[in-house]
């Protein structure tokens, strides 16, 4: 995986491997860190990886591993002088995402949602320390893709749902058969709370998601489809703040699509 890691004080691109995690200049020129990933305490037949990444707080990047663990990096505003200042152990099964609150978070909710294999999401609210808020327990289906948005988690799964939880409480709040086969990827339009997803049955869908005022309840809509006629999507990002536009591209494919209104 690849992602731009934006923090007040500096912007890293973040790429993570079956070899470890490295950290370069945002324009890709200098390798700033690496750091390599501990082979041997993982048994034979199993496969090492890192997979997830987000920037956290006001100077931490967060990357998830192949054993359950979530690397918590302290970022100084400059140079190379990175550590490793904690390590979450809530999960017991490989990462798969991890995501940060990209809109305004209700009091008490938390600004860090991480997913695994098995499921299970942790809502974390992150300071000096992370402290756990609330984990949502698995279902019996892997949880693929995470994204926290107004207090609003959203998860995409192997079966094709999209899932709605508090980011407070871990209370499920809606749940929709969004897609046929295994989702891939969602994203979220900060400044809209539109809900991209994309999946292996060749669709991309866009949903706005919402509070109701009255009731405070999360609300869910679906806006638009597409069909990517025979791919298997597997990457699905907006192109602005508000929506407007996403990429989409799919396995074996060595071309990105550009949907605009």
Request: charged share 20%; aromatic share 8%; glycine share 10%.
């Amino acid at each position: 995986q690849a992602a731009w890691c934006v923090l007040p004080s500096r912007v890293l691109l973040v790429l993570t491997s079956q070899k470890g995690i490295q950290m370069y200049e945002s324009d890709g020129s200098i390798m700033v860190y690496w750091h390599a990933l501990d082979i041997t305490e993982h048994p034979p037949a199993q496969a090492v990886f890192a997979r997830g990444i987000a920037a956290a707080g006001r100077r931490f990047i967060c990357v998830g591993t192949s054993s359950g663990l979530v690397l918590v990096f302290d970022i100084p505003p400059k140079g190379t002088n990175i550590t490793v200042s904690e390590v979450l152990e809530q999960h017991r099964d490989a990462i798969t995402d991890i995501a940060a609150e990209l809109g305004r978070a209700p009091d008490g909710a938390g600004d860090l949602v991480t997913a695994d294999d098995a499921g299970t999401l942790c809502v974390w609210s992150t300071g000096e320390e992370f402290t756990l808020l609330s984990k949502i327990p698995a279902f019996g289906c892997t949880c693929s893709s995470v994204k926290l948005w107004n207090g609003i988690v959203a998860a995409g799964y192997g079966n094709g749902q999209i899932r709605l939880y508090e980011a407070v409480t871990g209370l499920l709040r809606a749940e929709v058969n969004a897609h046929a086969r295994w989702i891939y990827a969602l994203d979220v339009a900060p400044e809209t709370g539109k809900l991209l997803s994309g999946a292996e049955d060749s669709f991309v869908h866009v949903w706005k998601l919402s509070r109701n005022p009255d009731t405070d309840g999360v609300e869910i809509e679906h806006c638009h489809a597409e069909c990517v006629t025979d791919t298997q999507v597997c990457g699905a990002r907006f192109c602005d703040p508000e929506g407007n536009s996403f990429a989409v591209t799919g396995y074996d494919l060595s071309e990105i699509f550009r949907y605009s209104r």
